[in-house]
């Protein structure tokens, strides 16, 4: 069983960048067989899709909210994905997670996942 498993959290100002990262645990398990997307959440709030990149590194797609301040990129040879997110805002806080649905590509709409790790707390102070 694939588990996915996000780190590279914190608190951080505004302005300021962070790097999360992603990667699959388990017999087996590597993502670079699948799309993977980041969504993140709010309590209360219901889940925004952030980014996705597809399993040969492209067709990537990104939310409203944060195209142009966030990338994604994976890296083959580490068998992991990553979200550089850049000046940070406060409505940026959230704890954000990997995802896949074990698809090739990402959605052409929306965003499909239904595996994702435990997440991992980003928070921006103002």
């Known amino acids: 069983q694939v588990q996915l498993v996000e780190s590279g959290g914190g608190e951080v100002q505004s302005g300021r960048s962070l790097t999360l990262s992603c990667v699959a645990e388990g017999p087996g398990s590597s993502l670079d067989f699948y799309a993977v997307t980041w969504f993140r959440q709010v309590p209360g709030a219901e889940q925004e899709g952030v980014a996705c990149?597809?399993?040969?590194?492209?067709?990537?797609k990104y939310g409203d909210s944060v195209k142009g301040r966030f990338f994604i990129l994976r890296d083959t040879a580490k068998n992991m994905v990553f979200l550089q997110m850049n000046d940070l805002k406060p409505e940026d806080t959230a704890t954000y997670y990997c995802?896949?649905?074990?698809?090739?590509?990402?959605?052409?709409?929306?965003?499909?996942?239904?595996?994702w790790g435990q997440g991992t707390q980003v928070t921006v102070s103002s």
């Open positions: 990149i597809g399993r040969s590194g492209g067709g990537i």
């Open positions: 995802a896949t649905d074990f698809g090739r590509t990402c959605a052409s709409a929306g965003w499909e996942y239904d595996t």
